[in-house]
């Protein structure tokens, strides 16, 4: 079963521009959860998708925002770039809410 | 707020040394999780602790769930540079804004050669 997968796998962006991150999650499963990973912060969660509506969201300004299509494909988007949005985004699957989470390679932005 | 707090933020260590780190929290879990990171990649799922005293192995790591289940430990015995990653423990979160699974913020661990 092929794992969750990320594109692209970095990115460089100038402040202002705006970004979308794709993530296919294992097939099957229907909550896909998106994380910003910095040295500083750790893992700070963005927002969690099921069958298609936000169940829940993190503490990020609207400049975040997600969305999920009906074959569980994720996609995130970022707008106004500022130079603190660089960080490694991950993307996690699972079945279910509190199942367990498979993580995807992630995407490295960097914004300039 | 549910947190988990883990110790010590970074470990370095020569080949062949024995190793603990820790995942505290004041809150207690139903389950635990530990993950590895390797630079770039995505966590890792390595195992999830369910019962309050619970061991598990995987081959020379070693999990420890604490009887309160507040609290969990990974040993890793004549660590090899491949265990090199950031460790990090997570655990369910019943609603609210840090999502379904809450992590700490690692402890990263260098094996030497």
């Known amino acids: 079963k092929a794992g969750v997968t990320q594109t692209p796998r970095y990115l460089i962006k100038t402040r202002g521009q705006q970004v979308t991150l794709s993530c296919s999650p294992i097939?099957?499963?229907?909550?896909v959860s998106w994380y910003q990973q910095t040295p500083g912060q750790g893992l700070q969660f963005l927002f969690e998708y099921f069958s298609e509506t936000q169940r829940n969201k993190g503490n990020f300004p609207g400049r975040f925002s997600g969305r999920q299509f009906s074959n569980s494909r994720s996609e995130m988007n970022v707008s106004t770039l500022e130079l603190g949005d660089s960080a490694l985004y991950l993307c996690?699957?699972?079945?279910?809410?509190?199942?367990?989470?498979?993580f995807g390679p992630g995407t490295r932005l960097t914004v300039l | 707020t549910q947190l988990l707090e883990q110790s010590p933020q970074f470990l370095s260590i020569q080949e062949g040394e024995n190793l603990t780190v820790y995942c505290n929290s004041s809150s207690v879990f139903s389950s635990l999780q530990w993950y590895r990171q390797e630079p770039g990649e995505g966590p890792v799922l390595l195992v999830t602790?369910?019962?309050?005293?619970e061991v598990k192995k995987l081959k020379r790591l070693t999990f420890q769930f604490g009887d309160a289940r507040k609290d969990s430990s990974l040993h890793i015995t004549a660590a090899q540079p491949g265990d090199t990653g950031l460790y990090l423990c997570a655990g369910p979160n019943y609603g609210g804004s840090q999502g379904n699974l809450i992590f700490g913020k690692g402890t990263k661990l260098s094996v030497k050669p």
């Open positions: 097939s099957g499963h229907r909550s």
């Open positions: 996690a699957s699972s079945l279910g809410a509190l199942d367990t989470q498979y």
């Open positions: 602790v369910v019962t309050g005293g």
